[in-house]
């Protein structure tokens, strides 16, 4: 069984990465520093909304959205 792992950046050059257990969050020195947990594993995420501060999950059978205070990276 393969294991893949999907991240996104804040703006503030935070990494966020699915797990099994819901999104992981690093520092820039790659500590962890918080979870938002899911009650399935993640496959997927995206910030979204006006402000990019709404952090989309995709799960095994459901999509699960969390408003945070911060903001995803804005693409080039």
């Known amino acids: 069984m ?11 050059g935070r990494l966020w990465s699915s797990a099994f257990d819901g999104v ?3 520092d820039h020195a790659g500590e962890l ?3 938002v947990k899911v009650p399935e594993i993640v496959s997927n995420l995206c910030f979204g909304g006006p402000r990019r501060n709404r952090l989309y999950m995709t799960g095994t059978t459901s999509l699960h ?3 945070l205070c911060v903001n995803g ?3 080039p």
């Not at 393969?2 to 503030?12: G, P, Q, W």
């Open 2 to 12: 393969a294991c893949l792992t999907a991240f996104r950046m804040d703006d503030e």
């Open 24 to 26: 992981h969050c690093f």
């Open 33 to 35: 520093i918080g979870k």
């Open 65 to 67: 959205a969390v408003t």
């Open 73 to 75: 990276a804005q693409c």
